[in-house]
């Protein structure tokens, strides 16, 4: 089975917790090898663990996840946007995000998502 190594960068607890338990119990090709609530930790996580993939929420304190990817250096990795917000999905696709998930986030969209990066990795 091809595996997928991912972070979910979410500045609500909750959010993280609830995305990391989806992944775990309904797509089991996903290891989740970090999560944080903070875009300086996430840096750190993005350059220490260089995860294929990276769940990130939009709203978030200080830089909204479009900044943020702005202000990393490498981008090596897909990006799925995990958001409660419709309005910004324009905008995800300009950044060549692989998919836009509506919070709260339906298990059968997530398992799409994780079929698509899949099948992506796979064509590499």
């Known amino acids: 089975m091809n595996r997928l190594t991912a972070i979910i960068i979410d500045d609500e607890h909750y959010a993280r917790l609830n995305l990391h338990t989806l992944l775990k119990n309904y797509c089991p090709e996903i290891d989740v090898v970090g999560k944080t609530g903070s ?40 990006i799925v946007f995990v958001t409660a917000y419709k309005e ?15 919070k709260p986030v339906s298990i059968k969209e997530l398992q799409q998502t994780v079929k698509k990066l899949i099948e992506l990795k796979s064509r590499r």
Do not use: C, R, W
Not at 40 to 68: Q, R, T
Not at 88 to 102: F, H, R
């Open 39 to 78: 875009l300086l930790e996430a840096k750190k996580l993005i350059y220490d663990l260089k995860p294929e993939v990276v769940f990130l929420d939009i709203s978030m304190p200080k830089l909204n996840g479009f900044e943020f990817l702005e202000s990393l250096t490498e981008k090596d990795f897909k």
């Open 88 to 102: 910004y999905g324009i905008q995800a696709v300009k950044v060549n995000a692989v998919d836009y998930l509506l």
